[in-house]
Structures are given as structure tokens and as C-alpha cells.
């Protein structure tokens, strides 16, 4: 059978750099670093003080307090970018039909602030006392039936968790889900809400964080030499993704065509990468062929790079083997340096970034580079620290998780 095509109508996004869609890509092109301390919980006495969270957000601004209740941060958030993605597409004011919705989300961990907040209130207790709504706040899957009941959309709704992969693996499976002709529209994309004692004191016991707390603002560095770590971030991001003849017939504006979707694993370690970039390479190789394009129609690369000494030596090495020559002419960056590491929503709030690259022909840096680092291939064109013009018809957008999970989107313009 013929596949079908699918593109972009509508996106949203809250992230620790922009509450919505607009703010995040203008702070995007400034170069705006999302981390400063934590005020979510008492960090004094954590090794790191500091993350991206969002800024100035009030879920009664959102949601009524029953409501706001029952929810978990992570959904809260991913509610969020979910209504500023519909009414962008403006799939409910064109009467679509809502039995051919679907909701794919990803979430890498769920409701932890939720967790931790039960089962320490249990702990300091002789009698176990939960909250009716512990385990339907907590669970990962429960963003996209929120959604779904917020709309009356009755196509298919779940969620992908694969730690830091898990929104790439939305998107892709989205698409794949569209071309079968399984759905129409699918409201797809990822929220975390992991800046919590818990989130913090766990990525700090694997010494994975950065803990440049005199200023935060530099700690989130891919590819400097002195990287110590990723910096934590919060936020969600939704992208409406909707067959292409679908998106004609209504008169939808479309702003690209999701075209290739690449998945692979590292087979090598649970939280560290291959060190020849093994599964990297592989999963840009399998989303080039899936979208039937060569290594030298790539114009723009958002790597996945976390800042962490082993990952971005990986990844670099990974593209330099992929693009060979052409490596040196495309733009390539690690948005992290100003979001931090949004975990499960990585994938959705960077593959909007690639994305904005497209519709505007603007490239956002890598901040905070200061020193090369002699192991990284310097001829490759890291945008470091001021944005870059560049006419990009091909992005691509790079997502590892732990447990050696990898997933590659590839939009086009059309």
C-alpha cells in the first residue's frame, strides 16, 4: 500500500526559556540560558542548587482548582502546550472528525513530584493514608486521556516512555500511525516535571548533573571542554501532525512535512553511550532512508547533546561519520544550553526548534561555548553562542534515552 503523507499544522510549547510557542523560539534566537536556582524545593543541601524550570506558572491560571487538583505538574504542563497546539491548527473549528483524532504522548518518568509526595507523607505516618487520586495523577499514560477527554478526541491515545527518547518516539510512532491511515490528526508530543528532590538527588547519585552553582546560567555547555554534566529542565511541547490531502482539503496552514523517523538502539550500556556514537549513527541512517533523502540534503542538525563529557564526543562523531564532507557545511547546535535537559519532552520541544528553523531561516546557538575541546571535530559548525541565517529546507532532530534508546525525526519544507 501507499504510504501516506503527513505534515505539521500546529505546535505549542512551555518550556524554562518561553510559556508558549512564540516566547520559546524569540529566546531561542537570543541565545537565553532557562537555568537560575531552584525554587520548586529546598536545595540547599543538594550537590546541585540550580535547573531550567518554567518560569511564572500558576496552574490556576489554567485550570479551575478541582481540576488543578487532580493533576500532577507533568499533565499540567503538557495540558498547557496542548491547547496552544490545537488552537494553532484549528482542528476544532473546522469540524474534524474527532472519532480520527488520536493523542500519542510521551513522559519519561510521570507524575514523580506526585510520588514523592504520597509516599514520604506515608512514611512519616503510622497509618497509611493515600490520596484517591496518587495513582491516576502519577502513572505516565494519563496526560494523553486528559487531552483526549478535554476534546472528545476517541482515536488512538497512548503513551511512549522511553526516558529521554520518549516524544521523539510519540512523533514517530504518530506518523507511522498516520500513514497506515490508522488517524487523521494526532495531537502528539511529551511533558516532564522532574525538578523535585528526587529528580535531582537521583541524577546527582549518578553524577550526572552539573553542579556549576555559582552560575548557572553557563552550566549547560555542549561540547566545551569544560562540561561537567547536563543541566536539568521541566516544560512540554505538543506538535499536531495530520495527513497531508487531510490538511489540503480544510485549507490548514502547513508548516512542514514530517518525512523521515528513524529508530535504533546502542546495545551498550544502560545510561552511557557507545563511544563510537554506534547508535547515533545508526538511528540518522535509518531516518534518512526512511525519508528516501541522501546525507548531503541534510541543511540542519539539533543534536541531542546534553553537555555530558561522553555523549557529545559520541554524537559529534556519530554526524562526522554520517554526513562525511558535507558535515562541515550545515549548521548544527544543541538547544540544552538554554532549555537544559527536558527528559521525556526533549524530543518534542527540540524537534519544534528544528522546526522554527525552517519556517524562519534563522539557526539558534550553542551557548556558552568558551574552550573547544580537542576530542570534538572543530571544522563542524556547532552555531556556537550567536544565532545563524540559514535557508533550511531539510532539519533534523537527534534524541538518546537511558537504556541506549535513540530516535531521529527529519522534517522537510514544503
Not at 46 to 72: G, I, R, S, W, Y
Not at 215 to 228: I, V
Not at 361 to 389: C, Q, Y
Amino acid at each position: 500500500m501507499e504510504l501516506k503523507r503527513v505534515v505539521v499544522t500546529g505546535f505549542g510549547a512551555i518550556t524554562p526559556i518561553g510559556n508558549n510557542a512564540k516566547e520559546y523560539w524569540e529566546n531561542l534566537v537570543k541565545g537565553e540560558s532557562g537555568a537560575a536556582p531552584i525554587t520548586l524545593f529546598d536545595a540547599t543541601n543538594f550537590k546541585t542548587k540550580f535547573a531550567c524550570e518554567v518560569k511564572n506558572f500558576d496552574p490556576l491560571q489554567h485550570f479551575d482548582k478541582k481540576e488543578a487538583k487532580k493533576m500532577d505538574r507533568n499533565t499540567q504542563l503538557g495540558l498547557v502546550a496542548a491547547r496552544e497546539a490545537v488552537a494553532h491548527s484549528k482542528i476544532m473549528e473546522d469540524n474534524v472528525d474527532k472519532n480520527r483524532v488520536g493523542v500519542i504522548w510521551g513522559s519519561g518518568i510521570g507524575g514523580l513530584e506526585t510520588f514523592e509526595t504520597e509516599v514520604l507523607g506515608w512514611a512519616n505516618t503510622e497509618i497509611p493514608r493515600f490520596n484517591p487520586f496518587f495513582i491516576p495523577k502519577m502513572i505516565a499514560d494519563i496526560t494523553p486521556g486528559h487531552i483526549s477527554i478535554e476534546y472528545g478526541f476517541h482515536g488512538p491515545n497512548y503513551t511512549t516512555v522511553s526516558a529521554c527518547a520518549s516524544s521523539a518516539n510519540a512523533l514517530i510512532d504518530s506518523k507511522m500511525l498516520i500513514q497506515l491511515g490508522k488517524a487523521d490528526v494526532i495531537v502528539c508530543g511529551g511533558s516532564e516535571a522532574a525538578v523535585t528532590a528526587s529528580g535531582v538527588g537521583g541524577f546527582n547519585a549518578m553524577m550526572a548533573l552539573s553542579t556549576r552553582n555559582d552560575d548557572p546560567t553557563t552550566a549547560s555547555r555542549p561540547f566545551d571542554k569544560d562540561r561537567d554534566g547536563f543541566v536539568l529542565g521541566e516544560g512540554a511541547g505538543c506538535i499536531i501532525l495530520e495527513e497531508y490531502e487531510h490538511a489540503v482539503k480544510r485549507g490548514a496552514t502547513i508548516y512542514a512535512e514530517l518525512q523521515g523517523g528513524g529508530l535504533s538502539a546502542d546495545a551498550h550500556h544502560m545510561t552511557a553511550p557507545h563511544p563510537e556514537g554506534l547508535g547515533a549513527y545508526l538511528v540518522m541512517k535509518s531516518c534518512l532512508e526512511d525519508a528516501g533523502l541522501t546525507a548531503d540534503e541534510v541543511d540542519h542538525i539539533n543534536m541531542h547533546g546534553t553537555s555530558t563529557p561522553l555523549g557529545d564526543i559520541a554524537e559529534s562523531n556519530a554526524i562526522s561519520k554520517l554526513l562525511g564532507e558535507h558535515a562541515y557545511d550545515i549548521q548544527i547546535n544543541s538547544t540544552k544550553s538554554m532549555t537544559g535537559h527536558l527528559l521525556g519532552a526533549a524530543g518534542v520541544i527540540e524537534a519544534i526548534a528544528a522546526l522554527g528553523t525552517i519556517i524562519h531561516g534563522i539557526v539558534p546557538p550553542t551557548i556558552n561555548h568558551f574552550t573547544d575541546d580537542e576530542n570534538i571535530d572543530s571544522r563542524l559548525n556547532f552555531t556556537f553562542n550567536t544565532a545563524v541565517k540559514k535557508d533550511v529546507k531539510v532539519a533534523m532532530s537527534n534524541t538518546f534515552g537511558f537504556g541506549g534508546h535513540n530516535a531521529c525525526v527529519l522534517f522537510k519544507k514544503i
